[in-house]
């Protein structure tokens, strides 16, 4: 620690270096020395959650993540590590959007709801259409009402995500989807079209589908799973976890949900979370 203590000297005044020495010895004991060394991301987000769950404010967590931050430096500095674990990290990460993986669904649980009853059978393989891009693809519902009729392809069974808000990319159709698309697009979508649109989805009245039509063929089966919160975003994180848990790699899965950075698909880490969630109940339980 006198190597650290001189570096952040050299850096900082010496009330901050003190305090920032204080910060990275919280950190060495809650996650012990040694792994503190060899911390990853989800190592760091869980150490700074856990103080925000003590009710410690953004200055104090500001202050907190400095000094853990420049740790890392230092070891950097003095090759003890080839990487940075604070690099992708935002405090924004703390704030209350972790996954609550109690509310999540099954493969099996998801499929359920491709079994909605219609009123209005014009729009029963439409509605199916559209479910199944959540299912299977993980869609956010701004993705799917943004898609057009040139944005599926049958021949060669995909379908094309260009969105501004995630990443763009190209994803398999399922079997049962391709099937589905053939009748829509050919006999449906031309009944229903009142007006020149390219837009895939088009609601009863002959206008390109709302987001808010599509949030609605998810939560009206709420009743399926009076015990869990069934919305689009839970359907999305569901797809996302099933896929980890099916063993697809980080880089596969932050592939096909488009996420800009791996630390967003780690929050998906069900294992890790949970044994770091274990490890901070042990240190800091609750009162």
Avoid at 132 to 146: K, V, W
Avoid at 215 to 240: A, C, D, G, M, W
Avoid at 256 to 285: M, W
Wanted: glycine share 4%.
């Amino acid at each position: 620690m006198i190597e650290l203590e001189q570096y952040l000297y050299n850096k900082f005044t010496a009330s901050s270096t003190k305090r920032y020495l204080f910060a990275i010895e919280k950190l060495c004991a809650f996650l012990g020395e040694s792994n503190a060394i060899h911390a990853r991301y989800i190592d760091i987000i869980s150490y700074l959650y856990s103080l925000r769950q003590k009710g410690f404010k953004n200055d104090y967590l500001q202050t907190e993540f400095y000094g853990i931050r420049n740790y890392y430096k230092w070891l950097l500095h003095n090759k003890i590590r080839v990487d940075d674990p604070t690099d992708n990290i935002k405090l924004s990460d703390l704030s209350n959007r972790s996954i609550q993986f109690q509310d999540l669904f099954t493969k099996e649980e998801l499929s359920l709801l491709l079994s909605k009853k219609n009123r209005y059978e014009l729009l029963k393989w439409r509605d199916y259409l559209a479910i199944s891009f959540y299912i299977y693809q993980g869609l956010t519902t701004g993705e799917i009402a943004s898609l057009t009729i040139y944005d599926v392809s049958l021949e060669k069974e995909v379908v094309f995500i260009m969105d501004s808000r995630n990443c763009s990319r190209i994803l398999k159709l399922n079997p049962n989807q391709i099937m589905a698309y053939k009748r829509y697009i050919t006999f449906d979508r031309p009944t229903l079209i009142k007006c020149k649109s390219e837009q895939l989805f088009i609601g009863k009245l002959g206008q390109p589908e709302t987001p808010d039509g599509f949030h609605y063929l998810i939560e009206s089966q709420r009743k399926l799973f009076p015990n869990k919160k069934l919305n689009p975003k839970t359907v999305r994180q569901s797809v996302i976890v099933n896929l980890l848990m099916d063993g697809l790699s980080l880089i596969e899965v932050q592939l096909f949900a488009g996420h800009h950075y791996p630390s967003t698909t780690e929050r998906y880490v069900q294992e890790d979370l949970n044994e770091l969630r274990s490890e901070i109940d042990k240190c800091f339980p609750l009162k």
